[in-house]
C-alpha cells in the first residue's frame, strides 16, 4: 500500500478577550467560513510559517497578537479531484493567537484569499460552512481547544 503524503501546513485560532474567534469566508467560495491557514515553505518554523499567513492573509504583525498553545497535527486528505502540491492531503499545526487590544483583522491585503471576517463565539462554528473533508479536523479542534463538541 502506497504511503500517504501530507502537505505541512499551519492554521490559526484568532480569539479576542471576550471569547470570540475570528473566522473568514474564502474569496472563492460564497459561504466556505474557516480558520486562516496556509502552507509551510521549505526550511520554514511552525512559528515562522504562521507569522507569516497571518501576516499574508490578515495584515496582522506579531505585535497585534500573542502566540498561545499549539496543537498537533491533524490531517486530512484531499478529495480525489483536490490533490494538489502533488500531495495526497495537508497535515496541521493549529496556533491559539490571543488579539491584543486594538488587533484589526482585515481583508485588505495585496492577495486576498477572504472575503468576509466575522468573530463568532466558538460553539457558533458551522460544519455547513466546510467540505467533508475539513469537518473531522475542524470538529477535533473545536474540542482540543474550547471543549466544544460538534457530533
Known amino acids: 500500500m502506497p504511503t500517504m503524503k501530507y502537505r505541512p501546513n499551519v492554521a490559526a485560532i484568532l480569539q479576542r478577550d471576550d471569547g470570540r474567534i475570528l473566522v473568514a469566508e474564502r474569496k472563492d467560495v460564497s459561504g466556505a467560513w474557516q480558520f486562516p491557514q496556509g502552507g509551510?515553505?521549505?526550511?520554514?518554523?511552525?512559528?515562522?510559517?504562521?507569522?507569516?499567513?497571518?501576516?499574508?492573509?490578515?495584515?496582522?504583525?506579531?505585535?497585534?497578537?500573542?502566540?498561545?498553545?499549539?496543537?498537533?497535527?491533524?490531517?486530512?486528505?484531499?478529495?480525489?479531484?483536490?490533490?494538489?502540491?502533488?500531495?495526497?492531503?495537508?497535515?496541521?499545526?493549529?496556533?491559539?493567537?490571543?488579539?491584543?487590544?486594538?488587533?484589526?483583522?482585515?481583508?485588505?491585503?495585496?492577495h486576498p484569499e477572504f472575503r468576509s471576517l466575522q468573530w463568532i463565539q466558538p460553539a457558533e462554528f458551522q460544519m455547513k460552512w466546510l467540505p467533508e473533508m475539513k469537518k473531522a479536523v475542524y470538529r477535533q479542534v473545536l474540542l482540543d481547544f474550547f471543549a466544544v463538541d460538534m457530533t
Do not use: N
Open 40 to 110: 509551510v515553505d521549505p526550511g520554514e518554523s511552525l512559528e515562522t510559517a504562521i507569522r507569516r499567513e497571518i501576516y499574508e492573509e490578515l495584515g496582522l504583525c506579531p505585535e497585534d497578537y500573542e502566540i498561545g498553545v499549539m496543537r498537533g497535527p491533524y490531517r486530512y486528505l484531499f478529495t480525489r479531484s483536490s490533490k494538489r502540491w502533488g500531495c495526497d492531503g495537508q497535515e496541521q499545526h493549529y496556533f491559539l493567537l490571543h488579539a491584543r487590544p486594538g488587533c484589526q483583522p482585515t481583508t485588505a491585503v495585496p
